[in-house]
């Protein structure tokens, strides 16, 4: 249980709840913080390897100068991918930390990777699908706005999000067109759901945990 290293980032004075897991890619730590920063520090020293502002804080008051990055990056290849709130959606170089490309984008919740695709969902409460190599748009949902959705989990056939009222959604990943929509329980899933293969797991803020596969209709 002996201390190997640590690091911190200052802390703004105003955040919003929670803090990003790290995730380990090679033999580096990388995490978000509240300040807007993506940073990779080494397994072996917490060196820092490189350090990266996704978002840079703007605006008179501190609601308006929030930054946070509270949701975990995802890795793929050579390739790390960050959003923040209030920020940019984003590729970075793994072993640099160079930004390839960014887009203006709000989440606190964060994004899935798949196939070369990430799915997003934003503060404002849309899911948007974007090309993992140029960060092109290939379709954005807006039928779930303001209903606090949680972070996307990708099966096999769908994309589903589940929101403050307690119910799990499910949209078509080529579209993005709602295939169909089931209500967990009373309580809102603040908990990202989990995906294996066509079934979602969902753990509710009340403590109920479900289950849930989905398979497209049958041709006739």
Known sequence: GRELWSVEQQVPR????GTAIPIIARDMAISGFDNGKVMAVSLAKGDTVWETTLAAPHGK???ERLVDIDST???SGDNVYAVGYQGRVAMLG???GQIWWAHDMSSYRGLALRDDTLYVSTAEGEVIALHGRDGSELWRNEALRRRGLSMP???STAIAVADFQGYLHWMDRA???LMARERVAKYRVSNPPVAADDTVVVLTDGGQLAAFRARPKPKA
Do not use: I
């Not at 105003?14 to 709840?17: A, E, G, I, P, T």
């Open 14 to 17: 105003l955040s919003l709840r």
């Open 61 to 63: 008051t501190e609601l």
């Open 73 to 75: 990056v995802q890795v």
């Open 94 to 96: 793994l072993d640099n």
């Open 153 to 155: 989990a990708v099966t």
């Open 175 to 177: 579209t993005g067109q």
